[in-house]
T-cell receptor, first 108, second 120 residues
Framework: RKEVEQDPGPFNVPEGATVAFNCTYSNSASQSFFWYRQDCRKEPKLLMS???SGNEDGRFTAQLNRASQYISLLIRDSKLSDSATYLC?????????FGQGTELSVKP | GAVVSQHPSWVICKSGTSVKIECRSL??????MFWYRQFPKQSLMLMAT?????????EQGVEKDKFLINHASLTLSTLTVTSAHPEDSSFYIC????????????????FGPGTRLTVT
């Protein structure tokens, strides 16, 4: 079983749609959780941290369920510029463990 | 935010040659830098953790004699792919962390733009 699992997609949605990404992790001792965004052939960039209490930043909402070892990212009112791969990242033993990424394509 | 650069951004080399990739933190000092590799449609995989002034710590399955890492200063780490083969063709990305004092600090890694290596 992979340490961090994501649905690779692609998710093809129209502008303005709401889309949700899911991620599960296998190690219950994981310390911190993040969502990164990676554009094609570019480096990943931190999108937001994920907390049990939930974290909202504009159109983006991240949620952590430690009991289920599950992380989510919700994007509301999708924009064309949101098209990218979204990486679920878990910190274990002082290291970043990346999921495979979920590809999002927002169409006009 | 903090800026990390990599050089070269892409390189094509013949099988059997060695390639050196540089990673620099431009506006901060990084005692620890990380080297990742990403194959198409796959996740970033940590190869090694590079510590200034000491030997790098390699992840399981990564050959330390093939991927030589040198962290000679607080702003520069280099990765040398020795005797490169076509299966080494990949996207190599470095990152540097501003703070290791907390778990959240580990997530604040700043990534370089990556180096795309193609071995023919």
């Amino acid at each position: 079983r992979k340490e961090v699992e994501q649905d690779p997609g692609p998710f093809n949605v129209p502008e303005g749609a709401t889309v949700a990404f899911n991620c599960t992790y296998s190690n219950s001792a994981s310390q911190s959780f993040f969502w990164y965004r990676q554009d094609c052939r570019k480096e990943p960039k931190l999108l937001m941290s994920v907390y049990s209490s939930g974290n909202e930043d504009g159109r983006f909402t991240a949620q952590l369920n430690r009991a289920s070892q599950y992380i989510s990212l919700l994007i509301r009112d999708s924009k064309l510029s949101d098209s990218a791969t979204y990486l679920c990242v878990v910190v274990q033993g002082g290291k970043l463990i990346f999921g495979q990424g979920t590809e999002l394509s927002v169409k006009p | 935010g903090a800026v990390v650069s990599q050089h070269p951004s892409w390189v094509i080399c013949k099988s059997g040659t060695s390639v050196k990739i540089e990673c620099r933190s431009l506006d901060f000092q990084a005692t620890t830098m990380f080297w990742y590799r990403q194959f198409p449609k796959q996740s970033l995989m940590l190869m090694a953790t590079s510590n200034e002034g000491s030997k790098a710590t390699y992840e399981q399955g990564v050959e330390k004699d093939k991927f030589l890492i040198n962290h000679a200063s607080l702003t520069l780490s280099t990765l040398t792919v020795t005797s490169a083969h076509p299966e080494d063709s990949s996207f190599y990305i470095c990152s540097a962390s501003l703070s290791l004092s907390s778990a959240s600090g580990m997530g604040e890694q700043y990534f370089g733009p990556g180096t795309r290596l193609t071995v023919t």
